[in-house]
């Protein structure tokens, strides 16, 4: 299918949660159904849903395209130097092989924090993926439909199938890419490595967080330390007026004191003219 729309609708459909696969499925090929596109209905309207290894494996792929570039390079050298083993010799087939478990141990890293359905995969889950990595290494059809984020355990294992049912061996002298068998303890290091970036990227923000409290906390403080600078300034001129008004009503007392006597004395003035 050539048709961007139909593309489209693939890329959506495979960016789906894994539990909302069936039912955006549905609505796609309903859509195209409507939009009068019944052959691409009815191609969308069979595309398989993926397994949760391979919906964490398109995940990945997806949210990391540069890993999954890098392993497809790594799986493509590695498809190569055992095909021409003869001309390229043991220490390059060494070489590609010893790259590409480094390789698949840093995806299998990556996978293993994906949660297809709301679940991270247990081993034998993990065993699949590895499974499905095999595939895509032995065959660039699988290895194509993984950059694209499209990957599932029944393409994968009909790549593996010639036309004419079970596969069948190699002809005499030929050879085959080899097993990525995963390096255990590359893949515990390399799941230390991502465990250890999540923990710095959070300790970071948290460190960034902390930061930006202390400023708002020390801005805060700073305008508290205003306002009781103000107060103060204000309660001095307050206190200053209040002073000021206690001298002027003891000035006053005493001159109404004055007042009164000197009122008192004119009385017996004038008394003692009347006698």
């Known amino acids: 299918m050539t048709d ?38 009815a191609e969308v309207a069979k595309l398989p849903k993926p397994s949760p290894p391979a919906w964490a494996l398109n995940h990945v792929a997806r949210e990391q395209p540069q890993t999954v570039a890098a392993w497809l390079e790594s799986a493509r050298a590695l498809r190569d130097a055992s095909a021409n083993a003869a001309q390229v010799g043991g220490d390059a087939i060494r070489a590609a092989s010893a790259d590409h478990r480094a390789a698949t141990a840093g995806l299998l890293a990556l996978v293993r924090v ?8 247990s081993e034998p889950m993990l065993d699949r993926v590895r499974l499905l990595l095999h595939a895509a290494t032995a065959d660039a059809e699988v290895a194509e439909r993984l950059r694209a984020a499209r990957l599932t355990e029944e393409t994968a294992r009909a ?31 390399a799941r230390r490595r991502a465990e250890l970036s999540r923990r710095i990227a959070a300790a970071t923000e948290a460190g960034q967080r902390a930061r930006e409290e202390v400023a708002r906390r ?18 001095h001129r307050s206190e200053s007026e209040a002073a000021a008004a206690h001298d002027a009503a ?26």
């Open 4 to 41: 961007p729309r139909v593309q489209h609708a693939i890329d959506e459909l495979y960016a789906a949660p894994l539990e909302a696969f069936t039912a955006e499925r549905t609505r796609l090929a309903r859509e195209l159904r409507e939009a009068g596109d019944r052959p691409a209905a």
């Open 114 to 121: 994906v949660e297809p359905g709301g679940k991270r995969l």
């Open 159 to 189: 790549a593996a199938l010639p036309a004419g049912g079970p596969a069948a061996a190699p002809p005499t002298g030929a050879a085959t890419p080899a097993e990525p068998a995963v390096d255990r303890e590359a893949e515990a290091r």
């Open 218 to 235: 020390d801005e805060a403080a700073a305008a508290a330390d205003a306002r009781l600078e103000e107060a103060r300034r204000t309660l």
């Open 250 to 275: 003891a000035d006053a007392l005493e001159a109404a004191a004055t007042a009164e006597r000197e009122l008192e004395q004119l009385r017996r003035d004038l008394r003692r003219l009347g006698e």
